[in-house]
Nanobody
Framework: VQLQASGGGTVQAGGSLRLSCQAS???????MAWFRQAPGNDRESVAV????????YYADSVKGRFTISRDSAKKVVYLQMNSLQPDDTAVYYC?????????????????????WGQGTLVTVSS
């Protein structure tokens, strides 16, 4: 199983970026998620999409600004990020798994995700 994240870069505050995560070697996954880790901080969940039905979850800090979606045929998950702020600066990771999240719909946790991409850096300048 491989997850390949791309699309990071540097953008000014108020700008937009779209991250992509290509999954290979996965026949099925309950959900796919984006997490992020800012310097000096713990990794935190950003957004989740349930693979069957495409229900979504967002962290409060990104609601209304970020949109997660997936192309099930291509096995790609996207994170459209609008109105970016300096606090969004982080390494963004995509992850696959989340069987407990699908059952509970509670905040996603790292340990629930079995497979991880390598991360892509997003830098938002003020």
């Amino acid at each position: 199983v491989q997850l390949q994240a791309s699309g990071g870069g540097t953008v000014q505050a108020g700008g937009s970026l779209r991250l992509s995560c290509q999954a290979s070697g996965i026949i099925y996954t309950p959900s796919m998620a984006w997490f992020r880790q800012a310097p000096g901080n713990d990794r935190e969940s950003v957004a989740v999409v349930i693979w069957s039905g495409a229900s979504t979850y967002y962290a409060d800090s990104v609601k209304g600004r970020f949109t997660i979606s997936r192309d099930s045929a291509k096995k790609v998950v996207y994170l459209q990020m609008n109105s970016l702020q300096p606090d969004d600066t982080a390494v963004y990771y995509c992850a696959a798994g989340g069987s407990n999240f699908v059952k509970t719909r509670g905040p996603p946790v790292e340990s629930d995700y079995e497979f991880w991409g390598q991360g892509t850096l997003v830098t938002v300048s003020s």
